[in-house]
Protein backbone atom coordinates (compact mmCIF):
# COMPACT_ATOMS: atom_id res chain seq x y z
CA UNK A 1 0.00 0.00 0.00
CA UNK A 2 2.88 2.29 0.86
CA UNK A 3 4.29 1.46 -2.91
CA UNK A 4 0.82 2.75 -4.52
CA UNK A 5 1.19 5.60 -2.66
CA UNK A 6 4.83 6.70 -3.05
CA UNK A 7 3.77 5.83 -6.62
CA UNK A 8 1.16 7.95 -6.96
CA UNK A 9 2.72 10.99 -5.12
CA UNK A 10 5.95 10.91 -7.58
CA UNK A 11 3.13 10.75 -10.55
CA UNK A 12 1.65 13.75 -9.01
CA UNK A 13 4.78 15.52 -8.40
CA UNK A 14 6.13 14.80 -11.82
CA UNK A 15 3.14 16.34 -13.35
CA UNK A 16 2.99 19.30 -11.41
CA UNK A 17 6.60 20.14 -12.60
CA UNK A 18 5.46 19.59 -16.23
CA UNK A 19 2.68 21.46 -15.77
CA UNK A 20 4.50 24.69 -14.04
CA UNK A 21 7.87 24.02 -16.07
CA UNK A 22 7.82 27.46 -18.38
CA UNK A 23 8.09 26.94 -21.82
CA UNK A 24 10.26 29.71 -23.51
CA UNK A 25 10.40 30.68 -26.84
CA UNK A 26 12.55 33.28 -27.72
CA UNK A 27 11.40 35.25 -31.07
CA UNK A 28 13.69 37.72 -32.88
CA UNK A 29 12.80 41.39 -33.64
CA UNK A 30 12.90 42.21 -37.38
CA UNK A 31 15.61 44.51 -37.37
CA UNK A 32 14.61 45.62 -41.04
CA UNK A 33 10.78 46.69 -40.25
CA UNK A 34 11.32 47.69 -36.38
CA UNK A 35 12.08 51.36 -36.24
CA UNK A 36 12.95 53.68 -32.75
CA UNK A 37 12.32 57.48 -32.71
CA UNK A 38 13.95 59.42 -30.10
CA UNK A 39 13.23 63.16 -29.46
CA UNK A 40 15.42 65.23 -27.50
CA UNK A 41 14.11 68.83 -25.94
CA UNK A 42 15.49 72.43 -25.60
CA UNK A 43 14.19 75.30 -24.02
CA UNK A 44 11.57 76.08 -27.01
CA UNK A 45 11.82 73.60 -28.96
CA UNK A 46 13.31 70.00 -29.91
CA UNK A 47 14.76 67.63 -32.23
CA UNK A 48 14.07 64.18 -33.53
CA UNK A 49 15.26 61.24 -35.43
CA UNK A 50 15.69 57.70 -35.93
CA UNK A 51 18.01 55.22 -34.04
CA UNK A 52 18.79 51.07 -35.08
CA UNK A 53 18.04 48.17 -33.48
CA UNK A 54 21.02 45.96 -34.25
CA UNK A 55 19.42 42.74 -32.70
CA UNK A 56 17.03 41.46 -30.44
CA UNK A 57 14.96 38.81 -28.91
CA UNK A 58 11.48 38.76 -26.74
CA UNK A 59 10.92 35.69 -24.73
CA UNK A 60 7.40 34.13 -24.54
CA UNK A 61 6.06 31.45 -22.36
CA UNK A 62 3.20 30.03 -23.78
CA UNK A 63 2.34 33.71 -25.49
CA UNK A 64 3.18 35.94 -22.45
CA UNK A 65 5.70 38.21 -22.67
CA UNK A 66 8.62 37.23 -20.07
CA UNK A 67 11.67 38.74 -20.81
CA UNK A 68 13.76 39.93 -23.99
CA UNK A 69 16.84 41.49 -24.74
CA UNK A 70 17.92 44.53 -27.54
CA UNK A 71 21.19 45.56 -28.25
CA UNK A 72 21.16 49.59 -30.36
CA UNK A 73 23.30 50.58 -33.00
CA UNK A 74 24.70 53.82 -31.55
CA UNK A 75 26.83 54.80 -34.50
CA UNK A 76 22.83 54.85 -36.52
CA UNK A 77 22.24 57.77 -34.70
CA UNK A 78 20.07 59.72 -37.42
CA UNK A 79 18.76 63.45 -37.22
CA UNK A 80 15.30 63.97 -39.11
CA UNK A 81 13.90 67.18 -38.51
CA UNK A 82 16.54 69.37 -39.86
CA UNK A 83 16.42 70.37 -43.48
CA UNK A 84 20.20 71.16 -44.21
CA UNK A 85 22.28 68.32 -44.65
CA UNK A 86 24.50 70.32 -43.47
CA UNK A 87 23.12 70.78 -40.07
CA UNK A 88 21.63 68.17 -39.61
CA UNK A 89 25.13 66.03 -40.27
CA UNK A 90 26.55 68.59 -37.69
CA UNK A 91 23.92 67.39 -35.55
CA UNK A 92 24.31 63.99 -36.02
CA UNK A 93 28.08 63.71 -35.34
CA UNK A 94 27.69 65.80 -31.78
CA UNK A 95 25.53 63.42 -30.44
CA UNK A 96 28.15 60.64 -31.26
CA UNK A 97 31.32 62.26 -29.77
CA UNK A 98 32.16 63.07 -26.21
CA UNK A 99 29.40 65.65 -25.46
CA UNK A 100 26.82 63.20 -25.87
CA UNK A 101 26.90 59.58 -26.30
CA UNK A 102 30.63 58.27 -27.31
CA UNK A 103 29.92 56.22 -29.87
CA UNK A 104 33.64 55.19 -30.53
CA UNK A 105 34.26 53.97 -27.56
CA UNK A 106 30.54 52.73 -26.85
CA UNK A 107 28.72 51.71 -30.06
CA UNK A 108 25.79 49.97 -28.53
CA UNK A 109 23.52 50.45 -25.64
CA UNK A 110 21.42 47.07 -24.47
CA UNK A 111 17.82 46.94 -23.32
CA UNK A 112 17.21 43.83 -20.95
CA UNK A 113 13.84 43.14 -19.45
CA UNK A 114 14.03 41.82 -16.49
CA UNK A 115 10.19 41.65 -15.44
CA UNK A 116 7.33 42.15 -17.19
CA UNK A 117 3.55 42.19 -15.87
CA UNK A 118 0.71 41.51 -17.94
CA UNK A 119 -2.21 44.08 -17.05
CA UNK A 120 -5.52 44.29 -19.13
CA UNK A 121 -5.73 43.34 -22.75
CA UNK A 122 -2.42 42.80 -24.44
CA UNK A 123 -0.70 45.92 -21.83
CA UNK A 124 2.56 45.32 -19.78
CA UNK A 125 4.16 47.06 -17.41
CA UNK A 126 8.32 46.32 -18.13
CA UNK A 127 10.98 46.69 -15.73
CA UNK A 128 14.25 46.90 -17.40
CA UNK A 129 17.86 47.25 -17.39
CA UNK A 130 19.27 49.90 -19.57
CA UNK A 131 22.75 50.14 -20.34
CA UNK A 132 24.45 53.37 -22.18
CA UNK A 133 28.49 54.32 -22.26
CA UNK A 134 28.50 51.18 -19.88
CA UNK A 135 26.15 52.53 -17.08
CA UNK A 136 23.31 50.67 -16.63
CA UNK A 137 20.28 51.30 -14.74
CA UNK A 138 16.95 49.88 -14.04
CA UNK A 139 13.73 51.95 -15.80
CA UNK A 140 10.26 51.30 -15.86
CA UNK A 141 7.77 52.12 -18.89
CA UNK A 142 4.14 50.20 -20.46
CA UNK A 143 4.10 48.20 -23.65
CA UNK A 144 1.51 46.74 -25.94
CA UNK A 145 2.61 43.44 -26.84
CA UNK A 146 0.43 41.69 -29.11
CA UNK A 147 1.68 38.19 -29.76
CA UNK A 148 0.63 34.80 -31.99
CA UNK A 149 2.59 31.48 -31.92
CA UNK A 150 5.94 32.97 -32.65
CA UNK A 151 4.98 36.39 -34.09
CA UNK A 152 4.59 39.59 -32.46
CA UNK A 153 4.44 43.57 -32.60
CA UNK A 154 5.39 45.62 -29.76
CA UNK A 155 5.18 49.07 -29.07
CA UNK A 156 6.44 51.60 -26.10
CA UNK A 157 7.25 54.99 -25.34
CA UNK A 158 10.42 55.60 -23.13
CA UNK A 159 11.37 57.96 -21.16
CA UNK A 160 14.94 58.87 -19.48
CA UNK A 161 16.79 61.16 -17.76
CA UNK A 162 19.97 61.01 -19.72
CA UNK A 163 21.90 62.67 -17.29
CA UNK A 164 22.09 59.04 -15.42
CA UNK A 165 24.10 58.00 -18.30
CA UNK A 166 26.43 60.40 -17.60
CA UNK A 167 25.30 62.33 -21.04
CA UNK A 168 25.26 65.66 -19.03
CA UNK A 169 25.83 68.52 -21.77
CA UNK A 170 24.01 71.42 -21.06
CA UNK A 171 21.90 70.26 -18.38
CA UNK A 172 20.36 72.59 -16.18
CA UNK A 173 21.73 70.52 -13.33
CA UNK A 174 25.14 70.23 -14.40
CA UNK A 175 25.45 74.11 -16.02
CA UNK A 176 24.37 77.59 -14.56
CA UNK A 177 23.21 80.44 -17.34
CA UNK A 178 22.56 78.31 -20.55
CA UNK A 179 19.41 80.14 -21.41
CA UNK A 180 18.22 79.34 -24.95
CA UNK A 181 21.56 76.64 -25.08
CA UNK A 182 19.63 74.76 -22.45
CA UNK A 183 19.19 71.10 -23.25
CA UNK A 184 16.23 68.91 -21.32
CA UNK A 185 17.38 65.89 -19.34
CA UNK A 186 14.40 64.30 -21.13
CA UNK A 187 14.69 61.58 -23.83
CA UNK A 188 12.36 59.83 -25.69
CA UNK A 189 12.14 56.99 -27.59
CA UNK A 190 8.99 56.09 -29.23
CA UNK A 191 9.72 52.15 -30.00
CA UNK A 192 8.20 49.90 -32.40
CA UNK A 193 9.42 46.20 -32.90
CA UNK A 194 8.21 43.51 -35.18
CA UNK A 195 9.58 39.54 -35.09
CA UNK A 196 10.53 37.78 -38.30
CA UNK A 197 8.34 36.31 -40.24
Not at 89 to 114: C, Q
Not at 135 to 151: D, R
Not at 182 to 194: G, H, R, S, T
Given at each position: ?????????????????????????????????????????????????????????????????????????????????????????????????????????????????????????????????????????????????????????????????????????????FF????????KD????????????
Amino acid sequence: MKKIILSLALSILTLFSFATKPHVNKVKVNTTTSTVKWTGFKVASAHEGTINVQSGVLDFDHGLLIGGNFVIDMNSIKNTDIESEEYSAKLESHLKNEDFFNVAEFPTAVLTITNAKKRDGNDYYILADLTIKGKTHPITFAAVVTSKELSFSAIANIKIDRTKWDVTYNSGNFFENLGDYLIKDEIEFDVFLLSVK
